[in-house]
């Protein structure tokens, strides 16, 4: 048996980085792959690339990866940009879309965000239909004779793991901006890696606490635009975008 970290969505916050990597070294786990968004949001994506490269056997672009190395009239994303090198510019535009393996005799399927574009996004509460379209093989993706049984992702900052007609779809959450409880999130993979005999499999996830405050403070240092709204996401998980429903428009 074997196990695989599987991480995504970094941001550039490395206090989140070195904590799950601290984490997933304790447990004596040596093989991690990640879902991408490595870079953005936080204030040193060149660093998390650094430690990315240094730590991950697999890694699959993000749509932050996609856009940071694109043309922009945004302030904020020009900022981010100028934290990067070209060389570390390269690195993400070469990342690939998506890993296939076998595990236990799964034919596991990983990407960014969807089958179909690094942007198109399904989240857990969307229409069955929409949830079982992740499991498409598309032109991103490859053509294959069959379909994953296992698909994991990232993209939407939020755990989770659903059972849907035999097939299993889980999200990874997010290692440096999770949306969902205020502490990084990773998962771990454990069976027989690259087997297509049938065999014990499991998905177990992981929440790592890590200081939020010293992760502000390096933000704020930088003097790294749109930092309100990071502080807001850090520290009570809730989106930037959120806006609470009020009871005269739920009738």
């Not at 890696?193 to 998905?203: C, L, P, T, W």
Request: net charge negative.
């Amino acid at each position: 048996m074997e196990r695989i970290a599987i991480i995504s969505d970094i941001h550039g916050n490395i206090p989140a980085l070195e904590a799950v990597l601290d984490d997933i070294k304790s447990r004596n786990i040596e093989r991690i792959f990640c879902l991408g968004d490595l870079v953005g949001k936080g204030p040193h994506s060149k660093d998390a690339i650094e430690r990315i490269r240094e730590t991950c056997e697999v890694v699959v672009k993000g749509n932050w990866d996609d856009f940071i190395t694109k043309e922009t009239e945004f302030a904020a994303l020009k900022w981010h940009q100028q934290q990067l090198t070209p060389e570390h510019e390269q690195y993400l535009e070469q990342l690939p879309f998506s890993k296939d393996f076998y595990m236990s005799g799964k034919l596991i399927r990983l990407f960014h965000a969807s089958p179909f574009s690094l942007y198109t996004r399904i989240q857990p509460w969307d229409s069955i239909e929409k949830r079982l379209s992740m499991f498409e093989n598309t032109e991103e993706t490859g053509t294959f004779e069959v379909t994953p049984d296992v698909v994991g992702y990232g993209d939407v900052h939020n755990a989770y793991i659903q059972t849907l007609f035999g097939k299993t779809l889980f999200n990874t959450g997010s290692v440096g901006n999770p949306l969902d409880l205020t502490q990084a999130s990773y998962t771990i993979l454990e069976g027989t890696y690259e087997s297509k005999e049938a065999g014990a499999f499991s998905i177990t996830f992981n929440r790592v606490p890590y200081d939020i405050e010293h992760a502000i403070y390096l933000a704020a240092e930088m003097m790294m635009p749109d930092l309100e709204p990071y502080i807001q996401e850090l520290t009570t998980a809730r989106y930037r975008g959120f806006k609470p429903v009020k009871k005269d428009e739920t009738s």
